[in-house]
Nanobody, 121 residues
Framework: QVQLVESGGGLVQAGGSLRLSCAAS????????MGWYRQAPGKQRELVAT???????NYADSVKGRFTVSRDNVKNTVYLQMFSLKPEDTAVYYC???????????????WGQGTLVTVSS
């Protein structure tokens, strides 16, 4: 129904920047909320940032002022621009699409496969 493909992860030095992208494909009418979550080794998955189809955003306190989430509704793509990266930002970053609706389904939640971001000190 819906597939999410992430790109843009990698290795960066502390203080550096990275941009993640996540494109949704498949058969659907709309995606209400898209966003990013992350999971560091030994920790639970946590919210990083989300954005609705109308442009409303939500950020974790730990990334406010450093990360920016944006979205292209035509391309069904969500981005995460990360600045001033810290070693504690090291994690697998997962794209999320929530409240997806299509022919015969609604309120579907979909996850991407994850992309690794490593910040060296």
């Amino acid at each position: 129904q819906v597939q999410l493909v992430e790109s843009g992860g990698g290795l960066v030095q502390a203080g550096g920047s990275l941009r993640l992208s996540c494109a949704a494909s498949g058969s659907f009418f709309m995606i209400n909320t898209m966003g990013w979550y992350r999971q560091a080794p030994g920790k639970q998955r946590e919210l990083v940032a989300t954005i609705t189809s109308g442009g409303s955003t939500n950020y974790a306190d730990s990334v406010k002022g450093r990360f920016t989430v944006s979205r292209d509704n035509v391309k069904n793509t969500v981005y995460l621009q990360m600045f001033s990266l810290k070693p504690e930002d090291t994690a697998v970053y997962y794209c999320n699409a929530d409240r997806v609706s299509g022919s015969g389904y609604w309120n579907l939640e979909v996850w991407g496969q994850g992309t690794l971001v490593t910040v060296s000190s």
